[in-house]
């Protein structure tokens, strides 16, 4: 395991990350007067969480994620493995209803946390650990997306008449740079897939605590995004954020 000051760096951000997600998710259930509900959603909410951090150390200390000789690379799976659950939630009747509550620029605010992100990705490369092209020395854009999360929350937030359609391009433009950072991280891998062959070789995401970064991280960016735009895109159905609905 590495605990150099970088990797201290990154596990605190994703602890602070997730606490900020479990914050937010009780202030809205208590705006919507949902006490019972509350305590229960918050709690197996955090545990889901803590359980799925928990896991993903563990088989990072064990090597799991450590072998790139099968397809997909195994951090890949811990990319993916969230996203059933993402898409579940903001398609589904109660999580449509839910979303509608939660005021607009939280979800593009919380974005910002892909600053910080950047600059620990490059102060992995200046210390040998990642290749440059998985930084913003190299093809990675990502911080563009933690740069405009400001401004455009601002413009949620302000609920100017063009304010959703700015939002919903920049969750699609968000996304994009996502995908492209991901698809560069996996070329970027030991495996049959590799394409960038300069080093050192994207290993450091199998290695605890970089794992939270494709495990957690990614997760939040891309569940922020297509929560967001849920939401923006059944605006016509909003409920005043004080209303009641049932989970």
């Not at 602890?15 to 259930?29: D, E, P, Q, R, Y």
């Not at 892909?114 to 990502?142: C, K, S, Y």
Request: net charge positive; charged share 10%; hydrophobic share 55%.
């Amino acid at each position: 395991m590495d605990f150099s000051a970088n990797s201290v760096l990154l596990l605190l951000l994703t602890l602070i990350c997730v606490v900020l997600v479990i914050a937010g998710l009780n202030a809205v259930l208590k705006k919507a007067h949902q006490p019972t509900s509350r305590r229960r959603i918050v709690g197996m909410t955090s545990i889901i969480i803590a359980l799925w951090m928990i896991v993903l150390a563990v088989l990072s200390a064990n090597g799991f994620f450590a072998d790139f000789s099968k397809l997909p690379p195994r951090p890949a799976l811990a990319i993916l493995l969230p996203l059933p659950f993402v898409l579940f939630l903001a398609f589904s009747k109660r999580g449509t209803r839910f979303l509608q509550s939660v005021p607009r620029q939280w979800f593009v605010f919380m974005q910002s946390f892909r600053i910080f992100v950047e600059v620990l990705l490059w102060l992995a490369f200046m210390a040998g650990m990642l290749p440059v092209q998985m930084t913003f020395d190299g093809l990675n854009f990502d911080v563009i997306t933690g740069l405009l999360a400001l401004p455009i929350g601002y413009l949620l937030a302000r609920g100017k008449n063009y304010s959703s359609t700015a939002g919903i391009i920049y969750n699609i433009v968000g996304l994009a740079l996502l995908l492209n950072i991901l698809v560069i991280a996996v070329l970027s891998m030991p495996s049959p897939f590799r394409y960038f062959l300069n080093e050192p070789s994207n290993v450091l995401v199998a290695q605890f605590p970089y794992i939270w970064l494709p495990g957690v991280l990614v997760p939040l960016a891309y569940s922020l995004h297509i929560l967001s735009l849920r939401q923006l895109l059944t605006r016509k159905q909003e409920q005043p954020a004080t209303t009641r609905f049932a989970l």
